[in-house]
Each structure stands twice: as C-alpha cells, then as structure tokens.
C-alpha cells in the first residue's frame, strides 16, 4: 500500500501562445486595481514589459514598473523592491522575467504581507500564513518558478545564497505564454532548459514518499516519490529531449518553444513537490 500524498500548484495556471492578453481578465476577476509589475530592463528594452502593461491599461488597473530586477537577485534589490510597495501599496504583486524576477517578486509579497526583510523567513515553513497575490509570468522556459514554492537571494556580504520553502509562496496566477520566450538568447535558452532538465531528473530519481525521512504531518513542501510528481517529471523529460536543442537553434521555433514553456512547468511541478537532490 502507498503513503499518502498531497500534490500542489499555483492556485490557477493559464497556459498558451497569447495568453498573456488574459491578464487583465485576471485582475479583474481578482479584483486588482493596483498592481506592482517586477521585471528588469532588459525586458523593457524588448517591449515585453509594455506588452504585459497594456492588457492591464485596458482593464483600467494602475500599475508601478520596477525595472530593478538582476540575474540573481540581491538582498539589496529585494529591499528596493520591498520599499517600493510599501509606499505603493499594491493589490497584487507581478514577477515578469526569468527565476530571479519571480523570486524578486515573491520576497517582496511576503515581506510586504508578514512585515521583517527576507532573512525573517529563511528556512522551511516560515511563513505564518498567505501572502499578497502574486502572479508570475516566465520568459525563459527552466526554473518553473511559477509554480514553485521557494525563492532564492544573495548576500554578498556574507558570500552566501539564502532562501525560504513555503507552500504560501506559490503564485496565485501562473501566466505561462510561450510567445514571451521567442527573444530568450540561445545560450540563455540552453541553460535554462537545462535547469528544467535536471529539474525533472532529480524529481524522478527522488527518494519515495513512503521512506521520505520526515512523517507526511512534518513536510512542508518537498514530500519524496509520488505518482503524480512522476508523471509530471517524465513528461517534462520527454519534451526536454524532444524540444530543446530546437529551442536553442532556432528562437523562433514556435513548436519548439512552447514544447519547452511546457517542459518547465512540468518540471517545476514536479520538483517543488516530490523535492530536489545534490545537485540542487
């Protein structure tokens, strides 16, 4: 007989080429009128960021561009952002970009809904309850941080990387739209597949949940080997293999890019609930 398990998500996912002109439909079925949008500049030099703005214009939702996002996001810029809202005072919080911009995005909710700065929550199961919407919304397809229940910062000070687990940290909304991945640059898009590679490996290859070493009334996220994380990893392995070096040689490769936005999610499932090994 099998171990209980429990498998959890973001609280809604929309997915496909185009589903980024969903978004205002989502603010306002959420009741959003103000909305802090996390991204970096490199994003707003493409026009994403604009892209992202104008469903949420046409919804009549007031929104604050940050454009303090980096590749790996500092303790910092988390403070940036932090102080941002809290003079702002969103209805919700947007992380547009890579896994940097969504962790970005979620430091900045929890710290703006339980109060403290991000080495408050460091560690398993810190949060004391739900945090501010967040919706996140990928540009690369690898570390299904749309889905996912942690985030990840920098200190450079003490050289470390610190982080929290937390099932309050999924997204409310994850808006995954291929399209948004056509300019991720080939060596970016490589090794984010890959990220979601391994994602999906380690998910696979984890301990069972029956000999999980903490009892399931213990875990918080990461809950060993079950049936579904297995399926969702084996499927983001086969499209891993089937999708990527296409991604990577050619952007523009519609098939190929949306093979791998799916990738990504599976794996990002996958990995933030059976839970990760040595590699990560």
Excluded at 93 to 117: E, P, R, V, W, Y
Excluded at 143 to 169: F, H, M, R
Excluded at 215 to 228: I, V
Aim: charged share 15%.
């Amino acid at each position: 007989m099998g171990a209980t398990w429990t498998f959890h998500s973001a609280g809604q996912i929309i997915f496909g080429p185009g589903a980024v002109t969903q978004l205002g439909e989502v603010a306002t079925r959420l009741g959003l009128r103000q909305i802090h949008l996390i991204s970096d500049p490199i994003l707003d030099r493409a026009g994403i960021v604009a892209q992202v703005r104008e469903p949420l214009r046409q919804a009549g939702v007031e929104v604050l561009v940050d454009l303090g996002g980096e590749p790996e996001p500092t303790l910092a810029a988390a403070l940036h952002c932090l102080e941002r809202a809290r003079a702002w005072q969103p209805d919700a919080i947007i992380g547009l970009g890579g896994g940097s911009n969504m962790d970005l995005a979620k430091l900045t909710a929890k710290c703006f809904t339980h109060g403290g700065q991000p080495g408050d929550y460091t560690g398993d199961d810190r949060l004391p309850g739900p945090i501010l919407p967040l919706i996140c919304i990928p540009t690369t397809a690898g570390t299904g941080s749309e889905v996912s229940c942690a985030d990840v910062y920098t200190d450079p000070e003490q050289g470390i990387k610190l982080g929290s687990i937390s099932n309050y940290l999924r997204p409310r909304v994850a808006l995954i739209d291929p399209l948004l991945t056509h300019s991720c640059p080939p060596r970016v898009t490589a090794d984010s597949g890959i990220d979601a590679l391994v994602h999906a490996i380690e998910a696979f290859t984890a301990v069972d949940n029956a000999v999980f070493p903490l009892p399931p009334g213990l875990r918080s996220c990461y809950q060993g080997r079950h049936p579904m994380g297995v399926a969702m990893a084996r499927e983001a392995i086969t499209l891993a293999g089937k999708h990527l070096e296409q991604a990577v040689r050619n952007g523009t490769n519609a098939v190929a890019r949306e093979g791998m936005a799916l990738a990504a999610l599976y794996g990002g499932l996958a990995f933030s609930n059976v839970g990760v090994a040595l590699v990560h």
